[in-house]
């Protein structure tokens, strides 16, 4: 009985500090092929033991994070993004037809194994971009068995992709339905994917809304956030012009208010330094150098991701 007294005093004592651990939550920005340095920056952060409880993401940050979220390591997304044939993906291009100049079976024509009209499946919209992404679909789907009607609270980490409603002209944070199919929404390109037909909601990607949803995390609960931003002028708050701007001036929109308190409000900032690198850049040699770049800034972020974790509780 008093060995029982004693464990349970013991217990006390910890329960406190347990107690004390904030739910922290990773939030990763859009940039296209950029994305792959969010990969290095997450491959340090768990070498640190750095415990994420919630995932949200934009774009190419969707797709990263929504793989996160299902439960993939750091190294299986390095895997994932190494991988590729990132021409084929994003193009829909059938390589076992991409040396033919012409293919045509009643219900779609393919050039070089492209796509040019066809092939519609359920949840595509009307075409207002090149591609279907379909390929990019085919990918995620078989990336996230069982997923294909789920809330994504339930997956191992709470997750939410951002995405832009064109009807509407509103932001949709997605929570529930076809994860590869959120991830697919999110980084749909404007006038390069076509929009997902997602219920009564047409989406392209939310970077032309809210491309560090930091916000979003916050309505999550999250107490901590830590924020891998793909602006490659993000750190003094002048973004690079990129087609986003020419984006939300043609829909009357200025996303600048919402970005400038997302990056006051951040508790472990990351911004690695990838100039010369574009939302295109999506060669095996790029993608190795940017995983790199990712890696490298995180480390020399190390002494505040220690005070980080030390603040976080863990």
Not at 147 to 170: E, G, K, Q
Not at 182 to 191: D, E, F, H, K, N
Not at 258 to 275: C, G, S, V
Request: glycine share 10%; charged share 20%; proline share 5%.
């Amino acid at each position: 009985m008093i060995r029982l007294i004693y464990l349970f005093l013991v217990l006390l004592l910890f329960l406190p500090a347990s107690a004390q651990r904030g739910k922290v939550a990773l939030v990763l920005g859009g940039g296209g092929a950029k994305g792959a340095a969010e990969v290095g920056v997450l491959k340090v952060l768990e070498e640190e033991g750095i415990q994420i409880d919630m995932v949200v993401g934009t774009s190419i940050g969707a797709l990263i994070g929504g793989l996160y979220a299902y439960g993939y390591s750091a190294a299986q997304l390095d895997s994932v993004m190494r991988a590729p044939n990132w021409t084929d993906l994003l193009t829909d291009r059938d390589p076992d037809l991409a040396s033919r100049p012409f293919v045509s079976d009643g219900t779609s024509v393919r050039i070089f194994g492209i796509p040019l009209w066809g092939s519609r499946r359920e949840g595509d919209a009307p075409r207002l971009g090149l591609v279907r992404g379909h390929n990019v679909l085919d990918l995620l789907t078989r990336l996230t068995p069982g997923c294909d009607s789920i809330c994504f609270d339930s997956l191992r980490r709470p997750f939410r992709a951002v995405a832009f409603d064109i009807l509407t002209l509103t932001e949709a944070d997605l929570e529930c339905g076809s994860l590869p199919l959120a991830m697919r929404a999110s980084m749909s390109l404007p006038l390069f994917f076509t929009p997902v037909q997602w219920g009564a909601l047409r989406l392209i990607d939310g970077g032309v809304v809210n491309n560090l949803p930091v916000d979003v995390a916050r309505r999550m609960g999250a107490q901590y956030v830590i924020a891998i931003d793909l602006a490659q002028a993000g750190a003094d708050l002048d973004r690079e012009e990129t087609f986003w701007q020419a984006v939300r001036r043609h829909l009357g929109m200025d996303d600048r208010a919402k970005y400038t308190a997302a990056r006051a409000d951040i508790n472990l900032y990351f911004n690695p330094p990838l100039a010369g690198y574009g939302v295109e850049s999506f060669s095996h040699r790029a993608i190795d150098e940017m995983i790199q770049i990712g890696e490298n800034h995180a480390r020399n972020l190390l002494p505040q991701i220690r005070s980080f974790k030390a603040q976080a509780g863990q």
